[in-house]
């Protein structure tokens, strides 16, 4: 059953993770699993940001980066980058991060739209801002990160999803 697209955060659970030094979030719902970091095979004229194939239990899964999707300074992996796997336009994608943080429950009042700032690439997935006492927490939608004409683009990428 695929799960409606949010364009706005709504109430409720979202496992954060960090990528830099910014803490980001996905509704808990898109999320299936976290895994180690694994072998990833690179598949041939994908985007940058694609970084390959990984076998994850005899099911192949397409593998995003996630701070070079969001044009963020590229840093070696380490012991804490791991691979969050979500659902994104009903396919099974993982996204590496730097390191995943804890679920969150936010309120209503603890939710803010988006900020309009133009033209950044992690502005098109973004579907709200969660505040918290300490920090703020940016909000992401993962079937906006990549859209389906762009899942289905990548050759071979759709097929193995």
Not at 33 to 51: C, F
Not at 74 to 95: A, F, P
Request: aromatic fraction near 4%; hydrophobic fraction near 40%.
């Amino acid at each position: 059953m695929e799960r409606p697209i949010r364009r706005t955060a709504e109430e409720g659970r979202y496992l954060s993770f960090q990528l830099a030094s910014e803490t980001y979030a996905v509704p808990i719902k898109s999320v299936s699993e976290i895994i180690g970091l694994s072998d990833i095979t690179h598949v041939p004229n994908m985007p940058e940001y694609m970084k390959g194939i990984i076998n994850l239990r005899g099911r192949v899964l397409p593998v995003m980066d996630l701070r070079k999707k969001f044009s963020l300074q590229i840093t070696e992996y380490n012991r804490e980058t791991c691979i969050i796997i979500v659902e994104i336009w009903s396919r099974k994608v993982g996204l590496i991060v730097d390191t995943v943080r804890e679920v969150l429950d936010f309120r209503n009042n603890q939710i803010e739209a988006a900020p309009d700032i133009g033209g950044q690439t992690h502005n098109q997935c973004l579907i709200g801002i969660g505040k918290l006492t300490d920090r703020v927490v940016i909000l992401v939608e993962p079937s906006l990160i990549l859209g389906p004409e762009e899942l289905a683009g990548h050759a071979g990428l759709a097929s193995v999803a």
